[in-house]
């Protein structure tokens, strides 16, 4: 458990500084990461409503950004335009209008109508710097495509004068890791200015083996693997444990052996730190060097270039941040819905570690029945925002009694903490998984 608190402040934000808004569930791509395409989820397809939209009034003059994502593809909104250029008219003169996008619809004229209603900021899906890559993984989508929706956009904001930021995304896996470097490099060419890049988040149980980050924290890793390097050194094999914990009658090697690990697991615990030696003996191979070495390569590149890069952790980290708690984030689903984070936005299933994790949107209200800065204000959501950034939830993955009645279940109530935030394994506060917002 983290003992660091967060900006408690940020908890009790009189109104909401960041929204993103999904203005619609359908798509014209089939991704094979996407929640969609996991063949284990059931996402409703719906469009936002314009008068649903026109319930944020309250909070758009008090905010900061305001971000169109979710999961479906926001250019096939008939009015989105429209919805850009309310958020606008409302929004201060310094706030930024986002959108992420897969770019295939991407137009001049879409471009160009676009920026007049306001878009100040697009990030577009890579994924590859392959074509045939790219297609494989971006399943009716060309990188073609992507090249030509970046020209069109970069023409239309020097055409116009108008201020756009250009970025790009890129969902890590193991298929792609190693053209990352060269993915940065071709999307500056496109005139990107910044490149985010995330671990792919297993939406099913195929696509574990996609996965390429662990699930045991960057601090009870290292400290395994101090603890490895001594215990070698005093000639003891920590892979050698469990066969031996629970003999009879063990030779002095053996008893060595069950002395060093139990004063390894103490003080793993007097810092707070949850040691799973049964997850780090199987995980003490993976090729977390391939993932770096990309990373480290592709920082040069993008140095280089000029390109803003941010890069996921390559573990998950033992020191918690919610940005979305602790940037004043809030989150409207295309029916008017109002969530926490990314993290709860849908109703849907994670997988690792072999193990199904289901997960339930977290639902504070919806701005079609009141007004959202009062579901912002009500007492559930501010308790909820100050368990969030108490930091004090277990780290569920590196827990020995993984998969609990607490929290594997589809009606979460408490984890074993007895906190109400379902937030013990969420990748997005563990810094593995990060989203444009």
Not at 228 to 242: K, P, S
Not at 348 to 354: A, D, F, I, M
Request: proline share 5%; net charge negative; aromatic share 10%.
């Amino acid at each position: 458990m983290s003992t660091v608190k967060g900006n408690e402040e940020s908890a009790v934000l009189a109104s909401p500084k960041r929204i993103v808004l999904e203005p619609t569930t359908r798509c014209n791509l089939a991704c094979r990461m996407c929640v969609k395409q996991s063949g284990e989820q059931a996402i409703c397809e719906g469009d936002m409503p314009p008068a649903t939209f026109a319930h944020l009034a309250s909070v758009l003059p008090q905010a900061e950004a305001v971000t169109f994502s979710g999961i479906g593809e926001p250019l096939l909104h008939p009015r989105l335009e429209e919805l850009i250029a309310q958020a606008q008219t409302l929004l201060p003169q310094t706030a930024q209008i986002g959108m992420q996008s897969n770019g295939v619809l991407m137009t001049p004229q879409r471009a160009r109508s676009l920026l007049q209603a306001g878009l100040s900021r697009i990030c577009l899906s890579v994924d590859g710097s392959s074509p045939e890559l790219f297609s494989r993984i971006r399943r009716g989508g060309q990188l073609g495509d992507l090249e030509q929706a970046f020209a069109i956009l970069d023409r239309a904001r020097r055409e116009s004068g108008r201020s756009l930021q250009l970025g790009a995304q890129y969902v890590l896996q193991r298929d792609n890791v190693e053209q990352l470097p060269a993915a940065v490099e071709w999307a500056a060419g496109q005139g990107v200015d910044f490149f985010l890049v995330t671990h792919l988040l297993p939406y099913g149980e195929a696509a574990l083996s996609q996965s390429l980050f662990p699930l045991s924290t960057d601090a009870s890793r290292a400290l395994f693997q101090r603890k490895r390097r001594e215990a070698e050194q005093q000639g003891l094999d920590l892979f050698h444990y469990f066969q031996v914990r629970w003999k009879y009658n063990k030779s002095s090697a053996e008893k060595r052996l069950v002395r060093f690990v139990e004063d390894m697991v103490q003080e793993a615990a007097n810092q707070g730190i949850a040691l799973n030696l049964g997850l780090l003996l199987q995980e003490a191979d993976i090729a977390v060097d391939e993932v770096e070495s990309s990373f480290v390569r592709a920082e040069q590149r993008a140095a280089q270039c000029g390109v803003e890069l941010s890069l996921p952790a390559l573990a998950p980290t033992f020191q918690r941040h919610c940005a979305f708690v602790e940037d004043g984030c809030t989150f409207i689903a295309w029916d008017g819905s109002v969530h926490p984070c990314y993290y709860l936005w849908h109703t849907y299933s994670t997988w690792r570690k072999g193990q199904r994790k289901p997960i339930q949107a977290k639902v504070f209200g919806h701005v079609d029945r009141e007004d959202l800065k009062a579901v912002w204000n009500c007492p559930e959501y501010r308790s909820f925002r100050k368990q969030v950034v108490s930091y004090e939830y277990p780290y569920c993955w590196e827990c020995t009694f993984f998969p609990c009645n607490m929290v594997d279940t589809d009606a979460f109530e408490t984890d074993c903490y007895t906190l109400e935030v379902p937030c013990g394994d969420c990748p997005w506060g563990q810094g593995i998984v990060q989203c444009l917002r």
